[in-house]
């Protein structure tokens, strides 16, 4: 599986943007980007999906480089309800829904 | 959205003693369901990926005698720690795929105390 790198923790302050890097140098032309988010003591949870084009939902916002190696996700209004570990994972086009996790980043957010 | 149920949330057991989790979708059908574990922060490790009606494949180094896995319905997974040991505490996580959409949709998660 290509592998992604995230920064270990990040903090945002409440009420203010974020942008969680992802960096995915060896993503294949068929590699789906998603985003995982796991809030203390929960099951992880879906934030966001895309392949080539920026992706906008409810939750967030995802902004894909255009070469795909790396990727932003964008929490737009940080709440304290977003602290959690959020997890940056390509799935092969081949992998049906198969998600290898790595070690994710840790949102701290600051009243 | 799609929910799955997980039950128990958590559970503490005897050294020697199995134990059972149960992993329900409640509005979709779940063509495929995952379980997972995790030890304090660390990662989610993939443990084995069932489909209902055929037997779980599982990942390289997870004992299947050990780990029981019954996948007998499209809304119905459940895992089995046969004689747990200490070693075998731990967050256990299922999650499940509806297969139309290409999302992991996951309980919440139980937490496994062994004596």
């Known amino acids: 599986d290509a592998k992604t790198t995230q920064p270990n923790s990040m903090e945002s302050n409440e009420e203010e943007p974020v942008h969680l890097p992802c960096n995915h140098s060896?993503?294949?032309?068929?590699?789906?980007i998603h985003w995982y988010r796991q809030l203390p003591s929960q099951g992880p949870e879906y934030v966001i999906h895309?392949?080539?084009s920026n992706v906008n939902n409810r939750m967030a916002s995802l902004a894909i480089a255009e070469d795909r190696k790396s990727s932003t996700l964008i929490l737009h209004r940080a709440t304290l309800r977003d602290a959690a570990v959020y997890y940056c994972?390509?799935?092969?086009?081949?992998?049906?829904?198969?998600?290898?996790f790595g070690g994710g980043t840790r949102l701290m957010v600051k009243p | 959205g799609a929910v799955v149920s997980q039950h128990p949330s958590r559970v503490i057991c005897k050294s020697g003693t199995s134990v059972k989790i149960e992993c329900r979708s409640l509005d979709f059908q779940a063509t495929t369901m995952f379980w997972y574990r995790q030890f304090p922060k660390k990662s989610l490790m993939l443990m084995a990926t069932s489909n209902e009606g055929s037997k779980a494949t599982y990942e390289q180094g997870v004992e299947k005698d050990k780990f029981l896995i019954n996948h007998a319905s499209l809304t119905l997974s459940t895992l089995t720690v046969t004689s747990a040991h200490p070693e075998d505490s731990s967050f256990y996580i299922c999650?499940?795929?509806?297969?139309?959409?290409?999302?992991?949709?996951f309980g919440a998660g139980t937490r496994l105390s062994v004596l």
């Open positions: 999650s499940a795929t509806t297969g139309t959409d290409n999302i992991q949709y």
């Open positions: 994972i390509l799935r092969g086009h081949n992998a049906g829904n198969m998600l290898t």
């Open positions: 895309g392949l080539t």
């Open positions: 060896t993503i294949s032309g068929t590699d789906y």
